[in-house]
């Protein structure tokens, strides 16, 4: 092998036994964001206390005869009108009585006639019985008839004075018997209406209570029912803040929207075991539904809170952050917020107040991301 050829071949062995160094890394380009301050600001205190929206008007319309259930008209969520027919109760004894009351009456009706002839019959021997009375007494009193004449007249008068009483006594009773009878009637009337269970006002089918063949007492629940466009929210307050609350008393509310309402009434007594006091806040008709979570929120004094440009927050769920300005570059920092107010958010904990922070971040922006302020 020549010398030239030689040194081709060590070239050629170097060269596959050398070492490539990787290419630098490409450097992340700065993302232009504008920036904000943490601040300590005075903020009023608040307490936001979870209440439940009910209705003020709930009734268990109930069965007023006993039956058994023929139908029941509606389902739960159905809307009823006041004075809506909803159930019906079998009225077939409540039948059978109007029957029975409308036989006697019409019996004791027809014996009035019988009971008015009696009294004028007896009228009639009465007046005859006093003529003839009469006419004894004449002749007695000039020795024409025996006394013994005289006390058969006057016996025969007492008699028929006495079957007149009688039979007036017979007229009374039979009209008695009518009132009775026509009381009976309206009684046994009365009662097939209630066979028609209806709505006692405009609301909501909650629930059936009972179903068809079912045996209704009086009493017994068939449909639950709930007044519509009347609601308040009960909250719960504890002891200690009764003292600055009373009705009528202006407080914000927060169902879906946030409202300015009065406190309608404060439940005199404690729970013992939580020690809280039920307030109720009447609510505007505005398509509430009984169930449905709402806010009360009381204002107490001014205190000292970080805070921050509420578009400063990203929100991810159930977590909050903030990205702080850290050597020029952004760094995401999980915070626990609170109350917001005038554009600004409450942070409870994850900053002390002094950092610079990203201001409405970029969706594209990252945790570590090189930034640049915009001037």
């Given at each position: 092998m020549s010398y030239a050829k030689y040194l081709a071949a060590f070239a050629l062995l170097t060269a596959c036994g050398a070492k490539h160094e990787p290419p630098a890394a490409k450097q992340q380009p700065?993302?232009?964001?504008?920036?904000?301050?943490?601040?300590?600001?005075?903020?009023?205190?608040?307490?936001?206390?979870?209440?439940?929206?009910?209705?003020?008007?709930?009734?268990?319309?109930?069965?007023?005869?006993?039956?058994?259930?023929?139908?029941?008209?509606?389902?739960?969520?159905?809307?009823?009108?006041?004075?809506?027919?909803?159930?019906?109760?079998?009225?077939?004894?409540?039948?059978?009585?109007?029957?029975?009351?409308?036989?006697?009456r019409d019996e004791a009706r027809a014996a009035l006639p019988e009971s008015d002839a009696a009294i004028a019959s007896a009228n009639a021997q009465t007046d005859l019985a006093k003529v003839t009375f009469r006419r004894m007494r004449e002749l007695r009193d000039s020795k024409s008839i025996t006394e013994q004449e005289f006390d058969e007249a006057q016996a025969r008068l007492r008699l028929a004075e006495s079957q007149v009483l009688m039979a007036?006594?017979?007229?009374?009773?039979?009209?008695?018997?009518?009132?009775?009878?026509?009381?009976?009637?309206?009684?046994?009337?009365?009662?097939?209406?209630?066979?028609?269970?209806?709505?006692?006002?405009?609301?909501i089918v909650l629930e059936r209570k009972a179903e068809p063949g079912a045996f209704a007492n009086p009493g017994m629940p068939v449909i639950l029912l709930e007044k519509t466009g009347d609601f308040r929210l009960e909250v719960q307050i504890e002891e200690s803040l009764l003292r600055t609350l009373k009705p009528g008393r202006r407080v914000t509310v927060e169902i879906e929207t946030v409202m300015e309402l009065s406190i309608s009434e404060i439940l005199p007594s404690l729970n013992p075991q939580s020690?809280?006091?039920?307030?109720?806040?009447?609510?505007?008709?505005?398509?509430?539904?009984?169930?449905?979570?709402?806010?009360?929120?009381?204002?107490?004094?001014?205190?000292?809170?970080?805070?921050?440009?509420?578009s400063a927050i990203r929100s991810n769920g159930q977590l909050q952050t903030v990205f702080v300005i850290v050597d020029n570059r952004a760094r995401a920092t999980l915070v626990s917020i609170g109350d917001a107010r005038d554009g600004r958010t409450e942070i409870l904990s994850g900053l002390d107040g002094k950092e610079r922070i990203v201001n409405a971040p970029p969706a594209t922006l990252t945790d570590g991301a090189p930034i640049e302020a915009a001037q």
């Amino acid at each position: 092998m020549s010398y030239a050829k030689y040194l081709a071949a060590f070239a050629l062995l170097t060269a596959c036994g050398a070492k490539h160094e990787p290419p630098a890394a490409k450097q992340q380009p700065a993302v232009r964001v504008t920036t904000a301050n943490a601040e300590l600001r005075r903020m009023p205190s608040e307490r936001i206390i979870p209440g439940t929206v009910t209705a003020r008007t709930t009734a268990a319309v109930s069965a007023r005869l006993p039956g058994h259930i023929r139908e029941v008209l509606v389902r739960e969520g159905d809307v009823v009108q006041a004075g809506q027919l909803i159930a019906i109760v079998d009225s077939r004894d409540a039948e059978a009585a109007i029957k029975q009351a409308e036989a006697v009456r019409d019996e004791a009706r027809a014996a009035l006639p019988e009971s008015d002839a009696a009294i004028a019959s007896a009228n009639a021997q009465t007046d005859l019985a006093k003529v003839t009375f009469r006419r004894m007494r004449e002749l007695r009193d000039s020795k024409s008839i025996t006394e013994q004449e005289f006390d058969e007249a006057q016996a025969r008068l007492r008699l028929a004075e006495s079957q007149v009483l009688m039979a007036q006594a017979r007229q009374r009773q039979t009209r008695e018997r009518i009132r009775q009878a026509g009381e009976a009637l309206s009684r046994a009337q009365l009662q097939q209406t209630y066979a028609n269970v209806t709505a006692p006002f405009t609301g909501i089918v909650l629930e059936r209570k009972a179903e068809p063949g079912a045996f209704a007492n009086p009493g017994m629940p068939v449909i639950l029912l709930e007044k519509t466009g009347d609601f308040r929210l009960e909250v719960q307050i504890e002891e200690s803040l009764l003292r600055t609350l009373k009705p009528g008393r202006r407080v914000t509310v927060e169902i879906e929207t946030v409202m300015e309402l009065s406190i309608s009434e404060i439940l005199p007594s404690l729970n013992p075991q939580s020690r809280t006091a039920t307030i109720r806040i009447n609510l505007p008709a505005r398509g509430l539904r009984a169930g449905m979570s709402g806010n009360l929120r009381l204002s107490g004094e001014e205190r000292d809170a970080i805070t921050v440009p509420t578009s400063a927050i990203r929100s991810n769920g159930q977590l909050q952050t903030v990205f702080v300005i850290v050597d020029n570059r952004a760094r995401a920092t999980l915070v626990s917020i609170g109350d917001a107010r005038d554009g600004r958010t409450e942070i409870l904990s994850g900053l002390d107040g002094k950092e610079r922070i990203v201001n409405a971040p970029p969706a594209t922006l990252t945790d570590g991301a090189p930034i640049e302020a915009a001037q």
